[in-house]
C-alpha cells in the first residue's frame, strides 16, 4: 500500500486543549511507514507536542493571520505545493476556509470536516459567524468525521458522518494511591476535600457558575477546595470573581500544567458544568482514574462508560449541584479498577491508530472508485 500524507489543521498544539490532545493520542498510534502527518497551526506558543511531532516524521507548519489574507493564501499554497497531501484534516472552523479553499483548488483527494463540538460557537455572536461560515465548510469538505453523535448532528445534520471517538492513553491514566498521597503532599491537601476541573477558562466551560456551586458547596464542607486546571479568555475575571467572594484560600486556578495526571489522582470528585462540550476528553480520563463527576445534562451520554457519571439539569440550583458534589464523594470505590473499563471502551488508544488509518484509506478509496 502506498503511504498516505496528511496535513492536520489545528488552532493551536498547546498542551491541555481538547482538538490537540486528540490530535496527538491518534498521531502516537499511527503506523508511520504507512501515514505521515503533518501540522498546520493557526497559532504558534511554546509545547511539548512539536518536537514530538517531528520525532514521528512529520513537519509542523504555523499559519500567518488570515487578516492579511494574500499572504495568508501564498503561505498556503506553498505549503500544499511542498507537500502533495493526500488528505486534508480540518480540526477548526472557519479560520480554516482559505486552507480548504487552496486545497480544493489544487486537487487534494480528501478532504475532511471533522466536528469537536456540540455547539458552534461559545458566544452569540461566534455561534452566528460560525454558522454563516458553515455551509461553505461544508461545501470544501469531501468528508466529515465527528467526537460523538451529538456534534455531528450540530454541524452536518442529516448528512453522512463518521464518529470518531477521542481516546486517551490506557496505561497513563491509571490510579495509584501512593501517587495520590504525593500530590495531596506537594499541593499541602493532605486534609482537604478536593474538586477539580480541567479545561480552558472559557464561557463554554461555565466557570462563573463553577464557583457559586463551589461556595455553596463549601458552606456545608468546610475544608473544601477547588482546583481548576488550564488557562484561557476568562482567567482574570474568574479570579478576580475568586477574590470578590473571598474564596481565593479555597480556589487555586492553577493555569496550564504538565501534571494533569497527577493532579487527577489528587481529586475526590471532578466537576464538569460546561454549557456545551462535542466530548469532553476530561470527562473520558477522570473516569479512567475513578474519579466520581458532576456533569451538565448538555455534555453528551456517549461519555459514559462506567458507574461513576452523574448528570445535573443546568437549570438546577447551586445548592442542587453542590448536594450532588457532596453525594457522589461518599459512594466508596475501589479507584484502580476503572482503567479496565477504559481498556474495552471505544475510548481506549490501544489500536485507534489502525481505525484512523482504515478510516483514511476508505476515504481515498471511495475517491479513487
Keep these: ?12 498544539l498547546f498542551v491541555a ?5 486528540f490530535v496527538m493520542n491518534y498521531l502516537r498510534n499511527l503506523d508511520h511507514d504507512e501515514v505521515q502527518v503533518d501540522i498546520a497551526s493557526y497559532k504558534e506558543g511554546d509545547s511539548v507536542y512539536y518536537a514530538e511531532v517531528e520525532a514521528a516524521g512529520g513537519k509542523m507548519f504555523f499559519l500567518p493571520g488570515i487578516k492579511n489574507l494574500p499572504e495568508h493564501v501564498k503561505v498556503c499554497n506553498k505549503i500544499l505545493s511542498d507537500g502533495r497531501y493526500d488528505i486534508i484534516h480540518d480540526n477548526t472552523l472557519h479560520i480554516s476556509i482559505p486552507m480548504m479553499w487552496c486545497a480544493k483548488k489544487a486537487g487534494v483527494p480528501v478532504r ?10 461559545e458566544t452569540r455572536k461566534k455561534e452566528l459567524r460560525n454558522k454563516a461560515f458553515r455551509p461553505i465548510l461544508r461545501s470544501l469538505a469531501t468528508d466529515y468525521l465527528a467526537c460523538s453523535k451529538m456534534a455531528g448532528q450540530m454541524m452536518f445534520g442529516n448528512r453522512k458522518f463518521t464518529v470518531l471517538p477521542n481516546v486517551i492513553r490506557t496505561e497513563k491514566y491509571r490510579y495509584d494511591s ?5 500530590v495531596r503532599r506537594k499541593m499541602n491537601t493532605q486534609d482537604r476535600f478536593v474538586i477539580g476541573s480541567v479545561g480552558r477558562l472559557a464561557t463554554e466551560k461555565n466557570p462563573f457558575f463553577a464557583m457559586d456551586v463551589f461556595e455553596c458547596l463549601q458552606k456545608q464542607v468546610p475544608n473544601a477546595e477547588y482546583w481548576w486546571v488550564g488557562r484561557g479568555p476568562l482567567e482574570k475575571s474568574v479570579q478576580d470573581y475568586v477574590n470578590q467572594k473571598g474564596l481565593s484560600e479555597n480556589v487555586r486556578l492553577l493555569g496550564s500544567r504538565n501534571d494533569v495526571t497527577d493532579l487527577y489522582q489528587g481529586m475526590d470528585v471532578f466537576f464538569l458544568p460546561s454549557l456545551f462540550e462535542g ?3 476530561t470527562g473520558v480520563e477522570a473516569q479512567a482514574m475513578g474519579l466520581p463527576i458532576v456533569v451538565s445534562d448538555t455534555v453528551t451520554k456517549e ?16 445548592e442542587i449541584w453542590a448536594e450532588h458534589l457532596i453525594k457522589v464523594a461518599e459512594k466508596k470505590q475501589n479507584r484502580s479498577n476503572y482503567v479496565d473499563n477504559l481498556r474495552k471502551s471505544v ?15 476508505r476515504f481515498l478509496d471511495d475517491k479513487n472508485g
Design 279 to 281: 466530548l469532553p476528553v
Design 17 to 21: 486543549n481538547g482538538v490537540a490532545s
Design 112 to 121: 475532511i470536516l471533522h466536528s469537536h463540538s456540540s455547539k458552534l460557537g
Design 178 to 182: 501512593a501517587a495520590r498521597e504525593n
Design 347 to 361: 475510548f481506549s488508544d490501544i489500536g485507534c491508530g489502525n481505525r484512523l488509518e482504515g478510516i483514511y484509506r
Design 303 to 318: 461519555m459514559v462508560y462506567t458507574d461513576l457519571v452523574d448528570y445535573v439539569s443546568l437549570k438546577s440550583t447551586k
Design 1 to 12: 500500500m502506498l503511504k498516505i500524507k496528511v496535513l492536520m489543521l489545528v488552532p493551536n
